[in-house]
């Protein structure tokens, strides 16, 4: 299940629209080893995300695990890809069970029909996100927080080498931000899975991300450790945000803080 | 495969024995409650023995009339085995449409299919085309012609519409040729006002048989269009949560999505073709499907055929006994089912049910 | 003055006939007004008596001051009615179904559909038709044009009205009445040579397309089978209300009628030999005798002075079933 072979995205660039939302990004991710990719809105994160995933169409190359994994076909790339998408479409009047096993989905045959095993694998991806009780019910029933587990056990039960997270605590209180970071990285430890994830929140990026990389206007600013990336000023030029940086060994703790006036005036700054 | 074992867990959904048992129990009575009655009285048990004369090598003396016989072989059964065929392909057409375009109110016309038949028939009986006897009918060709041109228009201006691969585009090329067509017909129809009444019997739809050949006909396209539409079924379930997800998820949607439409449309096109426009199959029997085992269409496809075809032998059935000897339309039958049933789903919508 | 009425001795019988291209029917009065003389007359085409006339017809009064010479037909009935009458001359055009005489001026006007403009470029000075749409009617009366609407007859004795107030209408009222007493002549021959009263019952089926439309007994047609004697299986079918049910096919197959007739021969091309053809109906006595009758469709569906012809066609089929001998 190892390899060495780190991810390597080279001249990733994405039209929408017209518009070039990702435009010449490359960067590299160890194996095994989690990126957090921080940005603004509208720096093109999610499209970059999906661009590694092969879900939207996409120039350049992303090598992983000695592939290029644009050219794969799509059932060989799912069981290499999952991504947790940032809006998901949750169709009505389906279990989660059901919902769950479609992460099955490149491993099934012409019928798909989920085996035994693939059951299994299934409920015990749910049970480690605390969700065997709600295995019975409709998914649109479930709270965001639950939803929010429930589709990450899908992208997980599909055994992927690499999984893309495309802001994946944004519904999510304290907690289950937590519980659901953890268990990413307890999974990511376990089995050599690599990761891929876009933040919001600067702190939760640093604090679980190995290597971090700043996306501004669909191009890679900054890449690096997360305390090099993370200062006042940087955050100051292009979150236009005021805040204090506090230091904790590897990750960075981001404090916001109040200005002492509205924009503008004096003192404010 | 069932889940027997785990206490708390949840089953997935799964076609099982008892399903299909189930559903082939309802569509076994069916089948028989409309072999036993009918405009003309005829006794059950020698309704079976001719069936069962007929089989080849078989020869049993029913005790039945030479026209008695008649009724039953040449007239009652095909047309029961043709409403099995005809409702079984508007019920999984009408589940694949709704698959496809993540819209249970879907219905096998879409894209054409109806206003494309409408254009067929009413040429062909304008042009006296359909003078043949069952095989050999210009009707259910030119119908089906129709219907076929007007599908293919849709899919190339709606596929070709834009590099996105959303259903919206197809689904607005597809009222856009339905309303030509229709416009076309329209012209056509009342141009030739002498032939009024045929085409608005055609479009109200019918069983109609020459004996078995409607079935022979039907049938290899019945078959292909169902064996298409079943081993799809599991794609389905992986579409509805999006394009782009189901594309993470290891499927090619817009192959999916061509080979289901293709496919769902073909199912359609052969309906209408032997039957004209029956209504409401298409969107009622998979909605009542999906109220009792769950939205899966692993189970929906393959119940909705043998519920379907129970529906149109029964309602079929209404049509021939309500107002006997008199003929009512098949549509009015089924319209009449319908609305309710609307209706009734609507409530459950607004109490949350749903 | 004398004031001369024609009692109406029919009610309306009001029944869903866009089957039969038509309108409800009801019987038209005619009343002549000035010194008008009665029908017996001598044929006499001057024109100073006969006019001006004053119609009744069931959308109201029309006056009618001098002989119409440019008149244009949009039913095929009328046509049928103006010619045999002697009127032909003063027809000017005809709607597109009107087929009949062969001499007929057909044009490309709709009696279905028709176009106002197309009717006003003829300059007609009298239209006749089974059914107008509204702003039509309108239209004519606007520039003064009449217009007569006769409905589809229900009985006999509306066709005979309808061919008298034709004859006023034009001015041929002594082609009218000899058009109608050689109607009642051979009409009544042909039931002089059947016998009614002998006990069986001869049984038939009408089809009016290939999907087994048929016609009751309330209908025109029906009724003239009905005069003859003739047992309509359609009649089972009454309750279902239009007068033109359509049977099941079980049905017509389990009654085994004696006589099939086919007015759907040139519709939709049915006859002796597609009905053998049709899987299951093999059995039937009316096919194995061959006692299937193909009609032509236009004379089973007008009431002009042609339903003799269908007489004909009725009786003649009969004698094959009871080996009558024809009388005269």
Same mark, same amino acid.
Request: proline share 5%; with cysteine.
């Given at each position: 299940?190892?390899?060495?072979?780190?991810?390597?995205?080279?001249?990733?660039?994405?039209?929408?629209?017209?518009?070039?939302?990702?435009?010449?990004?490359?960067?590299?991710?160890?194996?095994?080893?989690?990126?957090?990719?921080?940005?603004?809105?509208?720096?093109?994160?999610?499209?970059?995300?999906?661009?590694?995933?092969?879900?939207?169409?996409?120039?350049?190359?992303?090598?992983?695990?000695?592939?290029?994994?644009?050219?794969?076909?799509?059932?060989?790339?799912?069981?290499?890809?999952?991504?947790?998408?940032?809006?998901?479409?949750?169709?009505?009047?389906?279990?989660?069970?059901?919902?769950?096993?479609?992460?099955?989905?490149?491993?099934?045959?012409?019928?798909?029909?989920?085996?035994?095993?693939?059951?299994?694998?299934?409920?015990?991806?749910?049970?480690?996100?605390?969700?065997?009780?709600?295995?019975?019910?409709?998914?649109?029933?479930?709270?965001?927080?639950?939803?929010?587990?429930?589709?990450?056990?899908?992208?997980?039960?599909?055994?992927?080498?690499?999984?893309?997270?495309?802001?994946?605590?944004?519904?999510?209180?304290?907690?289950?931000?937590?519980?659901?970071?953890?268990?990413?990285?307890?999974?990511?430890?376990?089995?050599?899975?690599?990761?891929?994830?876009?933040?919001?929140?600067?702190?939760?990026?640093?604090?679980?991300?190995?290597?971090?990389?700043?996306?501004?206007?669909?191009?890679?600013?900054?890449?690096?450790?997360?305390?090099?990336?993370?200062?006042?000023?940087?955050?100051?030029?292009?979150?236009?945000?005021?805040?204090?940086?506090?230091?904790?060994?590897?990750?960075?703790?981001?404090?916001?803080?109040?200005?002492?006036?509205?924009?503008?005036?004096?003192?404010?700054? | 495969?069932?889940?027997?074992?785990?206490?708390?867990?949840?089953?997935?959904?799964?076609?099982?024995?008892?399903?299909?048992?189930?559903?082939?129990?309802?569509?076994?009575?069916?089948?028989?409650?409309?072999?036993?009655?009918?405009?003309?009285?005829?006794?059950?048990?020698?309704?079976?023995?001719?069936?069962?004369?007929?089989?080849?090598?078989?020869?049993?003396?029913?005790?039945?009339?030479?026209?008695?016989?008649?009724? *039953?072989?040449?007239?009652?059964?095909?047309?029961?085995?043709?409403?099995?065929?005809?409702?079984?392909?508007?019920?999984?057409?009408?589940?694949?449409?709704?698959?496809?375009?993540?819209?249970?109110?879907?219905?096998?016309?879409?894209?054409?299919?109806?206003?494309?038949?409408?254009?067929?028939?009413?040429?062909? !009986? *304008?042009?006296?085309?359909?003078?043949?006897?069952?095989?050999?009918?210009?009707?259910?060709?030119?119908?089906?012609?129709?219907?076929?041109?007007?599908?293919?228009?849709?899919?190339?201006?709606?596929?070709?519409?834009?590099?996105?691969?959303?259903?919206?585009?197809?689904?607005?090329?597809?009222?856009?040729?339905?309303?030509?067509?229709?416009?076309?017909?329209?012209?056509?129809?009342?141009?030739?006002?002498?032939?009024?009444?045929?085409?608005?019997?055609?479009?109200?739809?019918?069983?109609?048989?020459?004996?078995?050949?409607?079935?022979?006909?039907?049938?290899?396209?019945?078959?292909?269009?169902?064996?298409?539409?079943?081993?799809?079924?599991?794609?389905?379930?992986?579409?509805?949560?999006?394009?782009?997800?189901?594309?993470?998820?290891?499927?090619?949607?817009?192959?999916?999505?061509?080979?289901?439409?293709?496919?769902?449309?073909?199912?359609?096109?052969?309906? *209408?073709?032997?039957?004209?426009?029956?209504?409401?199959?298409?969107?009622?029997?998979?909605?009542?499907?999906?109220?009792?085992?769950?939205?899966?269409?692993?189970?929906? @496809?393959?119940?909705?055929?043998?519920?379907?075809?129970?529906?149109? !032998?029964?309602?079929?059935?209404?049509?021939?006994?309500?107002?006997?000897?008199?003929?009512?339309? !098949?549509?009015?039958?089924?319209?009449?089912?319908?609305?309710?049933?609307?209706?009734?789903?609507?409530?459950?919508?607004?109490?949350? @049910?749903? | 003055?004398?004031?001369?009425?024609?009692?109406?001795?029919?009610?309306?019988?009001?029944?869903?006939?866009?089957?039969?291209?038509?309108?409800?029917?009801?019987?038209?009065?005619?009343?002549?007004?000035?010194?008008?003389?009665?029908?017996?007359?001598?044929?006499?085409? %001057?024109?100073?008596?006969?006019?001006?006339?004053?119609?009744?017809?069931?959308?109201?009064?029309?006056?009618?001051?001098? %002989?119409?010479?440019?008149?244009?037909?949009?039913?095929?009935?009328?046509?049928?009615?103006?010619?045999?009458?002697?009127?032909?001359?003063?027809?000017?055009?005809?709607?597109?179904?009107?087929?009949?005489?062969?001499?007929?001026?057909?044009?490309?006007?709709?009696?279905?559909?028709?176009?106002?403009?197309? +009717?006003?470029?003829?300059?007609?000075?009298?239209?006749?038709?089974?059914?107008?749409? /509204?702003?039509?009617?309108?239209?004519?009366?606007?520039?003064? +044009?009449?217009?007569?609407?006769?409905?589809?007859?229900?009985?006999? &004795?509306?066709?005979?009205?309808?061919? /008298?107030?034709?004859?006023?209408?034009?001015?041929?009222?002594?082609?009218?009445?000899?058009?109608?007493?050689?109607?009642?002549?051979?009409? &009544?021959?042909?039931?002089?040579?059947?016998?009614?009263?002998? #006990?069986?019952?001869?049984?038939?089926?009408?089809?009016? &397309?290939?999907?087994?439309?048929?016609?009751?007994?309330?209908?025109?047609?029906?009724?003239?089978?009905?005069?003859?004697?003739?047992?309509?299986?359609?009649? =089972?079918? =009454? #309750?279902?209300?239009?007068?033109?049910?359509?049977?099941? =096919?079980?049905?017509?197959?389990? %009654?085994?009628?004696?006589?099939?007739?086919?007015?759907?021969?040139?519709?939709?091309?049915?006859?002796?030999?597609?009905?053998?053809?049709?899987?299951?109906?093999?059995?039937?006595?009316?096919?194995?005798? =061959?006692?299937?009758? /193909?009609?032509?469709?236009?004379?089973?569906?007008?009431?002009?002075?042609?339903?003799?012809?269908?007489?004909?066609?009725?009786?003649?089929?009969?004698?094959?079933?009871?080996?009558? /001998?024809?009388?005269?």
């Amino acid at each position: 299940m190892e390899s060495s072979d780190p991810l390597n995205v080279e001249g990733l660039a994405v039209t929408l629209g017209g518009r070039k939302v990702v435009n010449d990004v490359s960067l590299a991710v160890k194996s095994g080893g989690w990126l957090s990719v921080i940005g603004p809105n509208g720096s093109g994160k999610s499209s970059l995300l999906r661009a590694i995933a092969g879900i939207i169409p996409a120039k350049g190359t992303v090598h992983f695990q000695g592939k290029d994994i644009m050219q794969l076909n799509a059932k060989l790339r799912a069981q290499t890809v999952s991504i947790v998408p940032q809006i998901p479409i949750v169709p009505p009047r389906v279990r989660v069970i059901d919902y769950v096993l479609l992460g099955r989905t490149p491993y099934l045959g012409r019928g798909f029909q989920p085996t035994r095993e693939d059951i299994d694998l299934a409920e015990g991806v749910m049970a480690e996100l605390d969700l065997e009780d709600m295995s019975d019910r409709f998914v649109t029933e479930m709270s965001g927080g639950e939803r929010q587990r429930v589709i990450i056990a899908r992208a997980l039960v599909q055994q992927p080498k690499l999984l893309l997270l495309d802001e994946p605590t944004t519904a999510l209180d304290m907690g289950h931000q937590q519980d659901v970071l953890e268990l990413v990285d307890l999974q990511r430890k376990r089995l050599g899975i690599t990761v891929l994830g876009a933040f919001h929140d600067l702190t939760l990026a640093s604090q679980y991300g190995t290597s971090m990389a700043l996306l501004v206007g669909g191009t890679v600013s900054k890449s690096g450790p997360a305390h090099e990336i993370l200062t006042e000023e940087s955050l100051r030029e292009i979150y236009g945000a005021h805040v204090s940086i506090h230091k904790d060994g590897e990750s960075v703790s981001i404090i916001p803080e109040r200005r002492k006036g509205p924009k503008g005036t004096p003192n404010s700054d | 495969m069932g889940n027997k074992n785990h206490k708390k867990q949840g089953t997935p959904a799964e076609l099982t024995y008892k399903l299909v048992v189930g559903a082939s129990l309802i569509l076994l009575s069916s089948i028989l409650l409309s072999l036993l009655f009918g405009p003309v009285s005829i006794r059950g048990d020698r309704i079976f023995l001719e069936i069962l004369n007929r089989i080849p090598g078989v020869s049993i003396d029913s005790g039945l009339s030479s026209i008695q016989a008649a009724i *039953v072989w040449d007239v009652r059964f095909p047309r029961i085995i043709l409403g099995l065929i005809v409702g079984g392909l508007l019920a999984v057409a009408g589940a694949s449409y709704q698959g496809v375009f993540r819209n249970p109110l879907a219905d096998p016309y879409l894209l054409g299919v109806a206003a494309g038949a409408g254009l067929g028939a009413t040429i062909a !009986i *304008v042009t006296g085309a359909t003078n043949g006897e069952g095989m050999f009918d210009a009707l259910p060709i030119a119908a089906f012609l129709g219907s076929a041109i007007a599908v293919g228009i849709t899919l190339v201006v709606g596929g070709a519409v834009g590099r996105s691969t959303s259903t919206a585009s197809l689904l607005l090329a597809g009222v856009a040729v339905a309303s030509l067509f229709t416009a076309i017909q329209t012209y056509i129809q009342q141009r030739e006002s002498s032939t009024l009444r045929q085409v608005y019997s055609w479009i109200l739809g019918r069983l109609s048989t020459s004996g078995w050949d409607e079935v022979v006909m039907i049938l290899p396209y019945a078959t292909i269009s169902l064996a298409v539409m079943f081993s799809m079924r599991g794609a389905l379930d992986v579409l509805a949560v999006g394009e782009e997800e189901a594309l993470s998820l290891g499927i090619r949607p817009r192959r999916v999505r061509w080979i289901v439409i293709g496919a769902a449309s073909l199912a359609a096109a052969s309906a *209408v073709a032997v039957s004209g426009l029956i209504a409401f199959v298409g969107i009622i029997v998979p909605h009542a499907v999906r109220l009792v085992v769950g939205a899966s269409n692993r189970l929906v @496809v393959p119940l909705s055929f043998f519920i379907g075809a129970s529906f149109l !032998i029964l309602t079929d059935l209404l049509a021939r006994t309500l107002q006997s000897p008199a003929e009512l339309p !098949i549509g009015v039958v089924t319209a009449f089912f319908g609305a309710p049933f609307f209706l009734f789903v609507l409530r459950r919508r607004s109490d949350g @049910v749903i | 003055m004398k004031l001369f009425k024609w009692p109406s001795t029919l009610l309306a019988i009001f029944a869903v006939t866009i089957l039969m291209g038509s309108c409800s029917s009801s019987p038209s009065q005619v009343t002549a007004t000035g010194d008008a003389s009665t029908t017996d007359d001598q044929s006499s085409e %001057q024109a100073t008596e006969p006019f001006p006339v004053t119609l009744q017809t069931p959308t109201g009064e029309i006056l009618l001051e001098e %002989q119409p010479t440019r008149i244009l037909s949009l039913s095929p009935t009328a046509t049928e009615m103006l010619f045999s009458i002697g009127a032909g001359e003063q027809v000017i055009a005809v709607d597109d179904q009107s087929n009949y005489p062969p001499e007929a001026p057909t044009s490309a006007i709709s009696g279905f559909a028709p176009n106002l403009e197309a +009717i006003l470029a003829l300059e007609p000075d009298l239209v006749v038709h089974q059914y107008l749409p /509204e702003d039509i009617e309108q239209g004519l009366a606007n520039v003064g +044009i009449p217009s007569l609407t006769q409905y589809a007859a229900s009985s006999l &004795d509306d066709t005979y009205q309808q061919i /008298e107030q034709l004859g006023l209408a034009t001015g041929a009222s002594a082609g009218a009445e000899s058009t109608i007493q050689e109607m009642q002549q051979r009409i &009544d021959q042909l039931m002089a040579g059947i016998d009614l009263s002998d #006990g069986s019952s001869v049984t038939f089926y009408h089809e009016l &397309d290939p999907t087994y439309y048929s016609v009751t007994s309330s209908t025109f047609i029906g009724q003239v089978y009905a005069m003859l004697g003739l047992v309509n299986i359609a009649d =089972e079918a =009454e #309750g279902a209300g239009s007068g033109y049910p359509q049977l099941s =096919e079980e049905y017509i197959l389990s %009654q085994d009628p004696d006589l099939i007739f086919l007015a759907d021969t040139k519709c939709c091309a049915q006859g002796i030999e597609t009905v053998s053809e049709r899987n299951g109906w093999g059995v039937l006595s009316a096919v194995v005798e =061959e006692k299937v009758i /193909e009609l032509d469709d236009d004379i089973a569906s007008r009431w002009g002075p042609r339903v003799v012809d269908f007489f004909e066609a009725i009786v003649a089929a009969m004698e094959q079933v009871t080996a009558l /001998e024809p009388v005269g």
